[in-house]
């Protein structure tokens, strides 16, 4: 981290975590001491449950007194504790990561509960099925969106569900990111992670290819091969795409993120799918918020999902020769 950074952190952020973690402390203590009272009251309602007998009926009461008081004291405060922490964790996500991304960039905008609609996700072709159902699940938060040169980025954290009545399937967990380019593309093209292609997808991209919709191509560079399916809807344009620069710098990212990850480039966007199994910008009440480290973490992801514009260099008009 540089000295820039450490002012900024002292300055800007300490003051704000510190009060944070103080009242942190005191609800995770306050819950920890009512979890106590309550393992507390359930040994005694047992102890007066195995009392009860023809002589000693009054101890039936004693113990369903016991055993109401286990739950319903504890409970209670529990649940006020929670909704206090919720509070603190407004407060972390609305002050210290909006500081955080303003360090990074000029022109923010971060909605705590927002998300990207069904009609985003649908239109990246990136997940294995249409949310068209109404059991489906689509569902995320702490979205950002800033502006890098002249190309404008969003991302967030998302959880996809494609469900019925009977049966459901994770789609998608993880950060998804949609980045707007200069150049609008007359054709779809999907770079999905080979590894998380199911049977079922690479059956439905074969049916598409059988009735002259898009095809499955295999590109020059074996290392993209292993990582990659592309399937293009024209080949000619997908090729034009996916130029032997553009596949390094997308080995290149996959390798700086250390996760799975699918693409897509669909009219004047860039779309990428990194599957995560971790809420990343969530405060734990379990863990000290005013750790530096945790802070630290924050800013390398922020900076590692923005860098796409740069290391990708969508901030240029990279297929202006594109007709």
């Known amino acids: ?15 704000v975590l510190d009060n944070l973690e103080t009242t942190r402390k ?3 203590s306050k819950i920890i001491r009512y979890a106590l009272y309550s393992i ?18 009054w101890y039936v009461v004693l113990a369903f007194f016991t055993f109401f008081t286990a739950i319903a004291l ?18 972390y996500k609305n002050k210290v990561l909006v500081e ?10 971060f909605l705590s509960r927002q998300k990207f609609s069904r009609k985003v996700m649908n239109n990246s072709g990136i997940l294995d099925n249409t949310l068209s159902h109404e059991f489906d699940v689509v569902e995320g938060e702490d979205y950002v969106k800033c502006i890098i040169g002249n190309t404008t980025i969003q991302f967030a954290e998302m959880y996809i569900v494609r469900s019925d009545v009977i049966f459901s399937k994770t789609l998608f967990q993880g950060i998804f990111i949609s980045a707007k380019f200069n150049k609008l593309l007359k054709h779809k093209t999907l770079v ?12 439905r991209l074969k049916l598409q290819s059988f009735f002259n919709e898009g095809h499955i191509i295999n590109l020059e560079n074996s290392k993209f091969n292993e990582l ?21 710098k997308l080995i290149a990212y996959q390798e700086k ?8 480039f669909v009219e004047n966007r860039m779309y990428a799918a990194i599957y995560t199994n971790k809420n990343h910008f969530e405060p734990s009440i379990s863990k000290p918020l005013n750790d530096k480290a945790q802070i630290v973490q924050h800013f390398e992801l922020y900076k590692m999902l923005t860098d796409m514009v740069l290391d990708l260099d969508l901030k240029l008009r990279l297929w202006d020769k594109l007709e």
């Open 74 to 91: 504890p409970g209670y405060n529990i649940s006020i504790g929670l909704g206090r922490f919720k509070k603190v964790k407004h407060t």
């Open 192 to 203: 999905l992670s080979r590894k998380k292609l199911t049977n079922t997808r690479k059956f």
């Open 100 to 109: 955080l991304l303003l360090f990074l960039y000029d022109n923010v905008e």
């Open 228 to 248: 990659f399916v592309v399937y293009g809807e024209d080949e000619i344009e997908t090729r034009y795409v996916l130029s032997s620069s553009m596949m390094e």
């Open 257 to 264: 993120l250390n996760k799975d990850i699918a693409f897509s």
């Open 40 to 57: 507390v009251f359930y040994v005694l309602g047992f102890y007066f449950s195995s009392l009860v007998d023809k002589d000693h009926s």
């Open 26 to 28: 005191e609800i995770h």
């Open 1 to 15: 981290m540089n000295k820039d950074f450490d002012i900024f952190y002292k300055e800007q952020l300490q003051p």
